[in-house]
């Protein structure tokens, strides 16, 4: 037959025993199952801020490269630019002028006209007399020439021919193969010139008969004087042109001297001068 519950005092008995299982803490569950249930929470949170840095870095825009080493003990990251103002190009150098005076000795070629490079002045001698000078009607008389000498005389030796126009007093000129000589050691020509902080170009057609003969330029700003000495013993007439470029340090002069050292015929070695350009 079935069992029946125990009844009475038995029953209370059963009852106590089943409540005493009973966990006495009113309910809670033991510390182990707490500490499990939060080391899984900090997980989670763990992961989720990782997450989250990992977005915040990707988002970010990338660092400039690293900064090279030091040049000369400055530091190579680069500053703010500043423009740098720049020079106006139409601001021209100066330039200090000297005394200077330079010389060549050429031959002469067989027509020289006197007019396209005498653009400044121009002088041709002995053409209307021993004396005679025919120049530059508009050259303003920049070439001069000292007192001439007694011991002076008229030629037609040239092997060049001289030409010109727009002169005086002859206005103009063909095929001219005259010029003034001197006769004697000591004798000779003395000229001069204008001269400024710009570079002049005086040229000297001359010649030698028998004769040695020296030029010798000075500028009245200062400097050396500058020479140069040849010769020719034949009788005949040996011609040669100087080309002198010079400047000056301030408004002056250059002096110029053409003049026999020696002569080799007693009865007329000397220098000769046929003409001169200025530019």
């Given at each position: 037959?079935?069992?029946?519950?125990?009844?009475?005092?038995?029953?209370?008995?059963r009852?106590?025993?089943?409540?005493q299982?009973?966990p006495?803490?009113?309910?809670?569950?033991?510390?182990?199952?707490?500490?499990a249930?939060?080391a899984?929470?900090?997980?989670?949170?763990?992961?989720v801020?990782?997450?989250?840095?990992?977005v915040?870095?990707?988002?970010?825009p990338?660092?400039?490269?690293?900064?090279?080493?030091?040049?000369?003990?400055?530091?190579?990251?680069p500053?703010?630019?500043?423009?740098i103002?720049?020079?106006?190009?139409?601001?021209?150098?100066?330039f200090?002028?000297?005394?200077s005076?330079?010389?060549?000795?050429?031959?002469?070629?067989?027509?020289?006209?006197?007019?396209?490079?005498g653009?400044?002045?121009?002088?041709?001698?002995?053409?209307q007399?021993?004396?005679?000078?025919?120049r530059?009607?508009?050259?303003?008389?920049?070439?001069?020439?000292?007192?001439?000498?007694?011991?002076?005389e008229?030629?037609?030796?040239s092997?060049e021919?001289f030409?010109?126009?727009?002169?005086?007093?002859?206005?103009?000129?063909?095929?001219?193969?005259s010029?003034a000589?001197?006769?004697?050691a000591?004798q000779?020509?003395t000229?001069?010139?204008?001269?400024?902080?710009?570079?002049?170009?005086l040229?000297?057609?001359?010649?030698?008969?028998?004769?040695?003969?020296?030029?010798?330029l000075?500028?009245?700003?200062?400097?050396?004087?500058?020479?140069?000495s040849?010769e020719h013993?034949g009788?005949?007439?040996?011609?040669a042109?100087?080309?002198?470029?010079y400047?000056?340090?301030?408004?002056?002069?250059?002096?110029?001297e053409?003049i026999?050292?020696?002569?080799?015929?007693?009865?007329?070695?000397?220098?000769?001068?046929?003409?001169?350009?200025?530019s």
């Amino acid at each position: 037959m079935p069992d029946r519950p125990p009844t009475g005092r038995a029953a209370r008995r059963r009852t106590r025993h089943e409540v005493q299982a009973v966990p006495m803490d009113g309910g809670r569950r033991p510390w182990r199952d707490h500490a499990a249930t939060g080391a899984v929470i900090l997980v989670g949170i763990i992961a989720v801020v990782s997450f989250g840095l990992v977005v915040l870095d990707t988002s970010r825009p990338n660092p400039p490269p690293p900064a090279g080493p030091p040049v000369d003990g400055l530091a190579a990251t680069p500053g703010p630019q500043i423009p740098i103002p720049l020079g106006s190009a139409s601001v021209a150098p100066s330039f200090v002028s000297i005394d200077s005076v330079s010389i060549e000795r050429s031959a002469v070629p067989e027509a020289v006209d006197l007019t396209e490079e005498g653009v400044a002045d121009w002088v041709h001698w002995g053409e209307q007399g021993r004396y005679a000078m025919d120049r530059n009607a508009a050259g303003g008389f920049a070439i001069l020439e000292g007192t001439p000498g007694t011991a002076r005389e008229r030629h037609t030796l040239s092997p060049e021919r001289f030409s010109w126009t727009g002169g005086k007093p002859l206005a103009a000129a063909t095929g001219v193969t005259s010029g003034a000589r001197v006769c004697g050691a000591g004798q000779g020509f003395t000229l001069s010139a204008p001269a400024g902080s710009g570079i002049s170009i005086l040229r000297l057609y001359v010649g030698l008969a028998a004769a040695e003969g020296e030029l010798r330029l000075k500028l009245s700003t200062g400097g050396e004087t500058v020479t140069d000495s040849w010769e020719h013993r034949g009788t005949g007439l040996k011609t040669a042109a100087y080309t002198v470029h010079y400047s000056a340090t301030r408004p002056g002069k250059i002096s110029v001297e053409w003049i026999t050292r020696q002569s080799f015929d007693e009865d007329c070695g000397g220098v000769a001068l046929q003409a001169a350009t200025l530019s």
